[in-house]
């Protein structure tokens, strides 16, 4: 239908690094591109292990960016949730801040 972009829930925790994979794959780099979505593998497993919002909102709650409420008759992510968020973050984190530095490509004028 002529779409074009994503929707992603990952883009909530990891902006940087999911633009980076778009990016990678739209100028066909598939080693950077494969590289970027192995990083991000662990994340998106753990982000579905429950019904979205769930595990987005307690990621972004151990960021200190949101609360970890969700509305019912969704409850709060399960302790195997939040412990596994726990263990996958701080690599993806690392990653993300510094795919955040990079430069990006300017817009032609």
Same mark, same amino acid.
């Given at each position: ?15 940087? @690094? ?7 794959? =739209?100028? =066909? =780099? @598939? ?7 192995? @990083? @991000?593998?662990? &994340? ?5 292990? %429950? ?31 939040? %412990?596994?968020? &726990? ?8 990653? %993300? %801040? ?8 300017? &817009?032609?004028?």
């Amino acid at each position: 239908m002529g779409g074009l972009g994503c929707i992603s829930v990952t883009a909530n925790v990891a902006p940087a @690094l999911c633009a980076m994979l778009h990016r990678a794959w =739209d100028s =066909d =780099d @598939l080693d950077r591109f494969a590289a970027v979505r192995d @990083l @991000l593998d662990p &994340l998106h497993a753990v982000l579905f292990r %429950e019904s979205n919002p769930i595990p987005v909102k307690a990621a972004l709650a151990s960021l200190g960016l949101c609360s970890d409420e969700v509305r019912l008759p969704l409850t709060r992510a399960t302790l195997a949730t939040q %412990e596994r968020l &726990l263990a996958v973050m701080p690599s993806v984190m690392l990653a %993300e %801040e510094h795919a955040a530095q990079q430069p990006v490509l300017a &817009l032609a004028s």
